[in-house]
């Protein structure tokens, strides 16, 4: 912006002076945390290994690692737009925090990736080879925080919670659309996530007109496939009353994934629950009750009939009960029904952290079809082609799963050190936002943090060191 502070004093109390200093000051030293994540954790040098650069070396002043570790910590530490990358450009926890450089290196020279260097990156990503290695990017560092939670042990067995997010966007991006339901003009991403660890496994950006189960089937066999390969050995699937298809349904069993989902209401299934929607004789308890039944039941549209859970259950101040019901491909001895009711219950933590991952990352899905118009200052010599927005906002979303993924490991090691919960907004308020100086003597530099966060780093951090990662 280019306007140099004055000093000035404000009139509620004489005695302050407000002014600027040259000081190495930051309110990221979140930033350096999250680095080490990702640094111990190997996923950029995973991820580098497989992506393909085509950008000719002599006009390389950012590398690869550099501007993935750049994107993810933007997302991670509230910074939402590319433009934010320019007011950051001399902060100095990020250029530590982002360069692949050693030393005193990364605070001499351009600084951060200027927004339109982020923009040519993202454009970069967006490409289909590059896109798979991100979208395997998220998968993969989940199953390396949990192993290195776990000693490097698998999980014996994960649900995997299947859902829609619906992302508003203010604009006409490629692909969105109206959409009824949501009173919204959206994008309608399928996000999946581990219901037991809240890690996020995978997200599709797709149209904001299409069905809530539209290509869900293919999305969860193709993460089942990779998460059993990966840190699992069995994984069963938990998924909302607008999933249940004749074919996704089919689809599961043929594959041996078990899965609980709530099925919509329809005319036969009130048929059957009918007789069992009646009050018992007495006076009505304090705490309202709940009746499960067992039934039978087969749709047209299925090839079979299947296991479903009447849930029956009295509401406070209701004359009338109330009524859903549960399909599942478990059996009756292995899981009794009020052991799968418990079970999908459950779903309201999965819900939480898509929650999070939309509220807190919070991604701005903003890009649009715009062909070049300048390039380095310069009109260009030949007509550009225009980018793959819609691609462009999928590497934006995926960015802000991996941002997620570097916090929520760090929210799990804060969680056990403290023995509370953290959401990720409290973590990045108390944690990775707070005031920091840089301290540079001769060939040493010291970041000395705020008294309100110095506590919490005490504790988080020796916990951090304790994660015992496997080889990158």
Known sequence: ?????????????????????????????????????????????????????????????????????????LAAQGW?????????????????????????????????????????????????????????????????GIKAERQGKR?????????????????????TAWNGHYNARI??????????????????LRAGNVGTADGALDVILDVVDRARKNFCDVAMVRIDAGFPS?????????????????????????RLAEPHMVRPVGRRPVQPRTWLRELR???????????VILVVKE?????????????TSLPWTEKLCHEVLAHYRERGKAEGHMGELKDVLAPALSSTNRAKSHLRGKAPKSRTTAIDAFA?????LLISCLAYQAMHIARRAMEKATGTGWSLRRLRERVLRAGARLVVSARRMTLTLSSAAAPFWAVLWPRLMALQWADP
């Open 392 to 396: 462009c906002n999928e590497v934006r």
């Open 246 to 270: 004749a074919g996704l349904l089919a689809g599961l069993e043929a594959r041996g994934i078990d899965y609980v989902s709530r099925l919509r209401a329809n005319p036969v299934l009130d």
């Open 315 to 327: 509401r406070e101040g209701d004359l009338l009960l109330d009524r859903f019901f549960l399909v």
């Open 297 to 307: 039941y087969k749709a047209d549209s299925w090839d079979k009939p299947r296991r």
């Open 1 to 73: 912006m280019g306007e140099t502070l004055q000093p000035f004093i404000p009139g509620f109390n004489r005695s302050l002076r407000i002014e600027s200093r040259a000081d190495r000051l930051t309110g990221d030293p979140g930033a350096v945390l999250l680095r080490e994540v990702l640094e111990r954790s190997g996923i950029v040098s995973w991820m580098t290994s497989r992506l393909s650069d085509p950008r000719s070396k002599v006009d390389v002043t950012h590398d690869l690692a550099s501007l993935i570790r750049t994107s993810v910590l």
């Open 155 to 175: 999980l014996r067995s994960i649900t995997l919670d299947v859902d829609s997010a619906p992302i508003e966007v203010h604009g006409h991006q490629p692909k």
């Open 187 to 204: 994008y309608h991403p399928l996000i999946t996530s581990i219901a037991e660890t809240g890690d996020m496994l995978d997200a599709r």
């Open 80 to 144: 939402r737009d590319h433009d934010d990358a320019d007011a950051l450009r001399h902060d100095p926890a990020f250029r530590l925090a982002t360069s692949s450089a050693a030393g005193l290196t990364p605070l001499v020279g351009s600084g951060l990736a200027s927004q339109p260097t982020l923009s040519r990156f993202t454009a970069l990503m967006a490409t289909p080879a590059n896109l798979k290695v991100l979208r395997e990017a998220i998968l993969e560092m989940a199953g390396r």
